[in-house]
């Protein structure tokens, strides 16, 4: 079973940074593409942002030139790097990826940015 897990969250100030991880198990993300998104209360899960096998990446224009999305295949993790957090990043953060017509999300890590 495919399996992944988010790590990095916590509390931070506005204008701070955090760095969140995603740790796939039973499966290379090498051989895929690999999505952030995020869900904060009562609002819809947001796409964030795309990790291509060929090393490009996609973000959304809300988190665009603040989030860097990368991956690190020998670790067989992904990272979401986010600077100059604003109080409305605060929001439960998944990693997904979907494979064979199946999708997976991670267990989420909460990030609050408050003063």
């Known amino acids: 079973q495919v399996q992944l897990v988010e790590s990095g969250g916590g509390l931070v100030q506005p204008g701070g940074s955090l760095r969140l991880s995603c740790t796939a198990s039973?499966?290379?993300?090498?051989?895929?593409?690999m999505d952030w998104y995020r869900q904060a209360p009562g609002m819809e899960r947001e796409f964030l942002a795309r990790?291509?096998?060929?090393?490009?990446?996609i973000a959304s224009d809300s988190v665009r030139g603040r989030f860097t999305i990368s991956r690190d295949n020998a670790k067989n993790t992904m990272y979401l790097q986010m600077n100059s957090l604003k109080p409305e990043d605060t929001a439960v953060y998944y990693c997904?990826?979907?494979?064979?017509?199946?999708?997976?999300w991670g267990q989420g890590t909460q990030v609050t940015v408050s003063s």
């Open positions: 990790s291509t096998t060929s090393g490009d990446t």
């Open positions: 997904y990826v979907f494979i064979s017509g199946r999708e997976y």
């Open positions: 039973r499966l290379a993300v090498s051989n895929y593409f």
